[in-house]
């Protein structure tokens, strides 16, 4: 059974951090790209944050030098540190695999950034 589990969701102020984890199984980890994306109330979901097996990284312009995407391929497990959160990166967030054609998603973990 695969499965992705994300935590560390909360509720924060403006300004504040989380970082956000996600443990993978091994089969949808190693190999893979691994990414976060978020999905606010009444919008679609989009990128927030993409790494690739060998460390390569990207990221939507909006979290661009506030959030770093991290993976640890000892734990499958991926990161993201988010600083300087503002009420606009209130969401839901979801860790995904992708590899060889196939996208895999977890449960979602909520973050609320209060002004």
């Known amino acids: 059974q695969v499965q992705l589990v994300e935590s560390g969701g909360g509720l924060v102020q403006a300004g504040e951090s989380l970082r956000l984890s996600c443990a993978a199984s091994?089969?949808?980890?190693?190999?893979?790209?691994m990414a976060w994306y978020r999905q606010a109330p009444g919008k679609q979901r989009e990128l927030v944050a993409r790494?690739?097996?060998?460390?390569?990284?990207n990221y939507a312009d909006s979290v661009k030098g506030r959030f770093t995407i991290s993976r640890d391929n000892a734990k499958n497990t991926v990161y993201l540190q988010m600083n300087s959160l503002k009420p606009e990166d209130t969401a839901v967030y979801y860790c995904?695999?992708?590899?060889?054609?196939?996208?895999?998603w977890g449960q979602g973990t909520q973050v609320t950034v209060s002004s």
């Open positions: 995904n695999s992708y590899g060889t054609g196939t996208h895999y």
């Open positions: 091994a089969s949808i980890f190693s190999g893979n790209t």
């Open positions: 790494i690739t097996d060998d460390g390569r990284t």
